[in-house]
């Protein structure tokens, strides 16, 4: 086998034997078996990645309109497909492979389950169908990130970080309620591709939304969907690296002929599809099955972006922390992700509770 292929081979699984040198060719996509999508979802990703590559700066709204991904989740009648978190993540995956901005994670998902679990429906009838449509965004304030007071109808109290969106729901005791914050104030963050705020709330009237007793339930689903960004993109990494191995030569070889860097290639494919498995599995848990297997992506999912991220500018070498390169990019969004639902050992912490340890 040439040594251009090795890194390809060792990226595979695939044994691979000395050879000689050749031109090194294009590295598609890592896509081993689908992991069981059905023919529906995979149309999906391609018509998502499609648009994507062929569109990479069209707004949310076209974006969501085109495609109509903003209203997977929500109910048919109120202008949704009425699918549900499998089909939300297969976007996510997408979405996580070319660090997008667009808001899918805080509207289509948090706002989303947040409003369908809650079960208001002159809340879901107001809302849902303009998120849909891809007119509105939303995001959620979930216990923990906000220190709120609900009083008389009234809101009161602070969220320092929150994801950025148009209409904000938020848990306020054991309520659901939307509110319009007095002052939003965009943050400077690591990670540039996710747009996050300071919300302030000075005793602002506000409408109720639903049951505040599905926190849990709308947490868990932020979890699972953000482990499939987190699968994405480091699936991208792994791309990334192999093509670099493929194309970079020293001492008149690829790198990715060097044992070194194979290896290193192939322990970075079994984490990506571990990770892989573990989004699907929660994307895909019945209710009851939902807490642990989020538990279980949100902890190995953040890991392995983090170290796909950190493989994949030790493959590109110096090029690898340039401005100009997408790698440390990907490194900005897995640290930052790391911190958005809680650190790897808060979903341990979450799992060993679960399991009465």
Not at 264 to 289: I, M, T, Y
């Amino acid at each position: 086998m040439p040594p251009d292929d090795t890194a390809a081979a060792a990226a595979a699984g695939r044994a691979v034997p000395p050879g000689s040198g050749a031109p090194a060719e294009p590295v598609e996509p890592v896509e081993p078996a689908d992991m069981g999508l059905t023919a529906d979802q995979a149309d999906l990703r391609d018509a998502v990645r499609a648009f994507l590559a062929g569109r990479p700066g069209a707004p949310w709204d076209r974006f969501a309109r085109e495609l109509g991904v903003a209203g997977l989740a929500v109910p048919e009648e109120y202008g949704g497909a009425g699918c549900g978190t499998a089909e939300q993540a297969v976007v996510c995956e997408e979405l996580g492979r070319v660090l997008s901005p667009h808001p899918y994670l805080a509207t289509a998902v948090l706002a989303v389950e947040a409003l369908r679990a809650a079960g208001d429906p002159d809340a879901m009838a107001r809302l849902l169908p303009a998120i849909a449509d891809g007119s509105r965004t939303a995001t959620v304030l979930l216990p923990g990130d906000a220190d709120l007071t609900l009083s008389r109808g009234r809101l009161t109290g602070t969220a320092p970080c929150a994801l950025d969106g148009e209409v904000v729901l938020a848990f306020a005791g054991d309520e659901l309620v939307e509110a319009a914050p007095s002052s939003r104030t965009p943050l400077t963050t690591l990670d540039q591709t996710r747009p996050l705020v300071a919300l302030s709330f000075d005793a602002v009237p506000v409408r109720p939304a639903g049951d505040g007793a599905v926190r849990d339930r709308v947490r868990d689903a932020g979890v699972a969907c953000l482990a499939a960004e987190q699968a994405g993109g480091a699936a991208a990494c792994l791309e990334a690296a192999v093509r670099h191995a493929l194309g970079r030569h020293q001492f008149g070889r690829p790198i990715g002929s060097f044992q070194a860097v194979k290896h290193k290639l192939a322990d970075l494919l079994l984490l990506v599809e571990s990770a892989r498995s573990a989004a699907l599995a929660a994307a895909r848990a019945r209710p009851g099955e939902l807490p642990v297997a989020a538990a279980i992506a949100g902890s190995y999912c953040t890991e392995a972006y983090l170290t796909a991220a950190g493989e994949n500018i030790q493959v590109h070498g110096g090029t690898g922390v340039t401005w100009e390169h997408s790698a440390h990019r990907h490194l900005k969004r897995a640290a930052a992700d790391a911190q958005l639902f809680g650190p790897p050992h808060a979903h341990r912490a979450r799992l060993a509770a679960a399991a009465g340890l």
